[in-house]
């Protein structure tokens, strides 16, 4: 092959090899390199390294060390890769659940949407309203009771707990609002009134026929002292806890009126017949449950045992108010917690890993630190209790100010354990309603600030568009709503 010589100079960069011309196939040789420095022209071979030399500088202790540091963290840097990914798949949820993000609607339906004119809203009036539902964003609907009831504290003294009220409609009214919610992608949730039934219960009816009967026990029955009640434990309505019955020649317990018979919850029957009950309507397809006045469940067994005065009652009927007792063998005994866990980790479980996700709150009226216990532990309670305390936004004076405000959220958001979700409320059924308390000029605001607090607000219906609440309270004359014909 031909040599050439090139001068350095603007012409570029000087080829270092040639490749073979035509006739040379598979012949290669070294190429000899002429530089012309100042004039003088001077000739080098141009090699390279070989093998040997490249293997020599490769396996120099530096190269080695530079070499596997890089492997080793390419290594490192993949499996920490991997090992970020599963991490955040395992601990990161895809979505919060359904009852996270839901605006939650109470609706009270004996003054809800009145169809047929009795002056009593019902069932059919929820299913007219379902597309009003839609159109404010409401995920989930909280019916209060509409189980079959005398209606002396209208549906709370239930008489038969499979049954619906006629005064509502039925079963199959029920069943047809219950579809219509699904198929909005809404939820239902119904009371649960497990502390006591009604006087007219089976139940009770055979239970005070006899102190040897299969209902013997299903409530509680005490012998008086000589011809008194047992002890001086009062009902929340006010007066004694107790009433004679003539046909058992006992006392039973009622901590509510005396046509709502306390339930034994230390009877392992009575537990049963309430697992039953819960699975037949989680089997209708009901999305939860608000269980009524659970910190009655249970009270001591020792009924020889009167309640203490209470030392910071202020009122003027002691011999009489419930107040004037500090209620501390009749209110949040530690079983009652075991009760809810065992619904929690028992039915509510059981159709939530077979089907759609179930959801438990609960009501207590009582101090924050109390009713905070009911998220449980470790989550095996309520989803989460009802922030009944925030309904007392408006302070004693009948005010509302921004550090009134703070100091109710304040207290719920430290008391709740962590990890839990919170949730708020203006009204329900049992307090005037938050325009009656505020006026119309706050309602609004009260509104936006419960759609901006963390956690799961809940509304009672009406209060979206301010209405105010009649002097009437549930226990009495209802009052109309602005739902039903009259309005």
Not at 24 to 35: A, F, K, L, M, R
Not at 360 to 366: G, N, P
């Amino acid at each position: 092959m031909e040599n050439k010589a090139y001068e350095v100079g603007e012409q570029g960069d000087i080829p270092m090899k040639e490749f073979p011309q035509d006739g040379d196939e598979g012949q290669y040789t070294d190429t000899t390199v002429d530089i012309i420095d100042d004039g003088k022209q001077i000739q080098e071979d141009y090699i390279g390294l070989t093998r040997e030399e490249l293997m020599e500088y490769a396996n120099k202790p530096g190269w080695q060390v530079a070499r596997w540091s890089i492997v080793i963290l390419l290594i490192v840097g993949w499996f920490a890769i991997i090992a970020g990914a599963i991490y955040i798949m395992v601990t990161t949820p895809t979505c919060l659940p359904w009852w996270q993000t839901a605006v939650f609607y109470q609706v009270y339906p004996r003054s809800f949407k009145d169809t047929d004119d009795n002056g009593i809203g019902d069932i059919a009036g929820i299913e007219e309203k379902m597309d009003y539902f839609e159109d404010i964003g409401i995920n989930a609907v909280w019916i209060n009771s509409m189980y079959k009831s005398p209606q002396v504290d209208h549906g709370y003294d239930v008489s038969d707990y499979y049954e619906l009220d006629p005064l509502f409609g039925d079963i199959n009214d029920l069943e047809v609002v219950l579809l219509s919610m699904k198929q909005r992608g809404m939820r239902v949730i119904l009371d649960f009134i497990p502390n006591h039934s009604s006087e007219h219960h089976a139940w009770f009816n055979e239970s005070r026929k006899s102190k040897d009967n299969e209902y013997k026990s299903h409530y509680i029955w005490v012998d008086g002292v000589k011809g008194t009640p047992p002890n001086n434990w009062r009902s929340v309505w006010g007066g004694s806890a107790w009433t004679y019955d003539e046909a058992r020649g006992q006392y039973y317990l009622h901590q509510f009126l005396k046509e709502q018979p306390d339930l034994n919850w230390r009877n392992d029957d009575v537990k049963k017949e309430f697992d039953r009950i819960l699975d037949f309507w989680l089997k209708k397809g009901v999305d939860g449950f608000r269980v009524s006045a659970v910190q009655h469940l249970l009270e001591t067994d020792d009924y020889s045992q009167d309640e203490p005065a209470n030392p910071d009652y202020t009122g003027t009927d002691p011999d009489n108010d419930y107040d004037a007792l500090y209620h501390n063998y009749t209110k949040e005994y530690a079983e009652v917690h075991d009760i809810v866990r065992g619904w929690r980790n028992g039915e509510m479980d059981y159709y939530s890993t077979t089907g759609a996700y179930r959801f438990l709150t609960v009501e207590a009226y009582d101090d924050i630190d109390v009713v905070t216990s009911y998220y449980g532990d470790n989550g095996e309670e309520t989803n989460f209790p009802h922030n009944l305390n925030f309904l007392d936004i408006v302070d004693t004076d009948g005010r509302i100010t921004g550090f009134r405000v703070k100091e109710m959220i304040d207290s719920w958001m430290i008391n709740m354990p962590d990890g839990k979700h919170p949730n708020f409320l203006l009204s329900n059924h049992d307090k005037p309603r938050i325009a009656s308390r505020v006026g119309q000029n706050y309602t609004r605001a009260c509104h936006m600030l419960l759609l901006t607090l963390p956690g799961s607000p809940t509304i009672y219906y009406g209060d979206e568009i301010g209405m105010e609440r009649s002097e009437e309270r549930r226990v009495g004359k209802e009052c109309r709503s602005r739902w039903s014909p009259y309005h």
